[in-house]
């Protein structure tokens, strides 16, 4: 039994945190383009044979998709994280505007680095180093069309989702 006067703050919070999602974003992307023009072939093609064997490569095709896949594990950053992020944007590139490239370039950089917890392959082997904006801006320059827009668009969320977490605890609905 314990005592109902005291408890081990530490043990408490344990556990407790940020919201966490994850998204996965593929690489081959000539294979991808491949399916599509096999798929188009396919749905012109009137010989069933043909059809059968075309259906069979691009089976071979979406295996190779699936095997370049990446799992990016990710926590919302904190709104104190996101404000120090604007605050260094500002003293480097003036007042936020919506033209300014570089600005969004580095600023989600910078978010995307602090969001990822870990990285994993197709085979659930993790990347789990400690990533940085240049990281990050090598990283989108490398990935296919598309593929780091997924990865920005699942840390915008959580960190929306953060501010919100944020809000429901100072409100009284949790006293």
């Known amino acids: 039994m314990t005592d109902a006067t005291t ?8 556990g407790q945190g940020y919201p966490e999602d994850s ?18 072939e396919m749905s012109n ?3 069933s044979d043909r059809v059968d064997a075309l259906d069979v490569s691009v089976k ?11 799992v990016f594990n990710l926590r919302g950053v904190p709104t104190p994280i996101v404000l120090d992020v604007e605050k260094k944007m500002d003293a480097k ?8 490239r570089e ?13 990822i917890l870990d990285v994993e392959n197709h085979e659930g082997a993790k990347d789990t180093r400690k990533w940085d904006k240049e990281t ?4 989108f320059e490398t990935l296919p ?13 959580l960190t929306l989702r953060a501010r919100t977490f944020e809000n429901y605890t100072v409100t009284p609905d949790f006293s």
């Not at 408890?7 to 344990?14: I, K």
């Not at 998204?23 to 188009?40: A, H, M, P």
């Open 145 to 157: 069309n598309g593929q780091g827009a997924k990865l920005i668009d699942a840390v915008i969320e």
């Open 93 to 100: 590139y003036g007042e936020e505007s919506d033209d300014n």
């Open 60 to 70: 071979a095709l979406t295996e190779k998709v699936r095997d370049s896949s990446l």
């Open 7 to 14: 408890f081990d703050l530490f043990a408490f919070v344990e």
């Open 136 to 139: 990050i801006e090598k990283l």
């Open 23 to 40: 998204v996965r974003v593929y690489t081959d992307q000539k294979s991808v383009y491949e399916i599509g023009k096999l798929e188009t």
């Open 45 to 47: 093609e009137k010989d």
């Open 103 to 115: 600005r969004h370039i580095e600023r989600m950089s910078e978010l995307v680095a602090l969001s």
